[in-house]
């Protein structure tokens, strides 16, 4: 099962900012991490080992001038649940 949500918005930089502290102190926590995107929140779990991987693009064009994008991935595999506890996909 692939569940993807997605939300795009535009912001201030003081804000993009603070979106992406809020989702670091998340990912920094312990436990679940509760990310927010547009209306809707997602749990998830990190592991503690987790890929970081982050893209630097720089276009220039004539029609739409000068842009530049960055993009930053993390990814993990969830922790196995300990043993004797539930998980809500077993039930």
Sequence with gaps: M???TIAADEVTREEAADQLRALADEIEGTGQATVR???KTVDLTPSESIAYE???RERSSILRGNRETVTVKLDWKP???AEGTESAEAE
Excluded: C, E, L, Q
Aim: proline share 17%; hydrophobic share 25%; aromatic share 0%.
């Design 79 to 81: 922790p196995k649940p």
């Design 2 to 4: 692939v569940d993807k």
């Design 37 to 39: 995107t547009g209306n």
């Design 54 to 56: 982050v893209g630097v």
